[in-house]
């Protein structure tokens, strides 16, 4: 009987043991997805202030950082890209919001903004040298 009582015992003890090693393990892990949560959060801080601090220095004549012109050239490049991917689609963008509206519309059914480009009135030579 002994030899049960003893194997009973090795058992609850080995039972406590894994158990309290799952435990310190879950910990463990919870704590590296929470430092990973709040170095991504950081991060996106980060980020956001760079981009701030870019939209308000933009048009600075003279600036500390070589990557303003980089970015200006992609973010033309995107532009560019976007108003190439609207005509593939037989779309446009509406100048003033930026809604997606189809080829032959004339209207924005956003806002209202006329599509067609405004046509400036033709003004005979004549007329434009007597001023």
Known sequence: ???????????MTAGRDVSQKAKELSG???????IKAKEDFVQK????????????HKDDASTEFEQFASIREALE??????KDL??????????????KMS?????????????????????PDEEKYEE
């Open 103 to 123: 080829e032959d519309a004339a209207f924005c059914s956003e806002c209202g903004a006329s599509l067609t480009p405004a046509e400036e009135p033709e003004v």
């Open 77 to 82: 490049s995107i532009e560019q890209m976007k």
């Open 86 to 99: 609207l005509e593939l689609k037989g779309a446009k963008a509406c100048p003033q919001c930026g809604a």
């Open 28 to 34: 463990a892990a919870k704590l590296n997805l929470d």
């Open 45 to 56: 801080q980060y980020a956001e202030i760079g981009r701030q601090y870019y939209e308000a």
């Open 1 to 11: 009987m002994e030899f049960f009582d003893k194997l009973g015992e090795t058992l």
